[in-house]
């Protein structure tokens, strides 16, 4: 009914730049607060970014000033420019969204999540 697709994840080297994307697809009549979480390996998902509808955001300490959320809301698409990467932010990055859709149900919608691996 309403998919997240994430696309942009791969090897960077420490230092380096990369852009995550994803889009929200289905029977959305809006998509309101929309985000990014991340689980490195052997840890628990934690919260990365989060974007409101009217463009609030939210950002985890360890990000702060190096990455940056933002949002296409006619296109329901979240991104996550991501600079100086260090290895620590080695992760498999899950994009979330909470949704109202055409049939009038509220759904936290997650995506299938795209590796992000930061080499030293």
């Known amino acids: 009914q309403v998919q997240l697709v994430e696309s942009g994840g791969g090897l960077v080297q420490s230092g380096g730049s990369l852009r995550l994307s994803c889009a929200a697809s289905g029977s959305i009549f809006s998509a309101n607060t929309m985000g990014w979480y991340r689980q490195p390996p052997g840890k628990q998902r934690e919260l990365v970014a989060t974007?409101?509808?009217?463009?609030?955001?939210n950002y985890a300490d360890s990000v702060k000033g190096r990455f940056t959320i933002s949002r296409d809301s006619p296109k329901n698409t979240v991104y996550l420019q991501m600079n100086s990467l260090k290895p620590e932010d080695t992760a498999v990055y899950y994009c979330n969204a909470d949704v109202f859709t055409f049939l009038k149900r509220y759904l936290e919608v997650w995506g299938q999540g795209t590796l992000v691996t930061v080499s030293s």
């Open positions: 974007i409101t509808s009217d463009g609030s955001t």
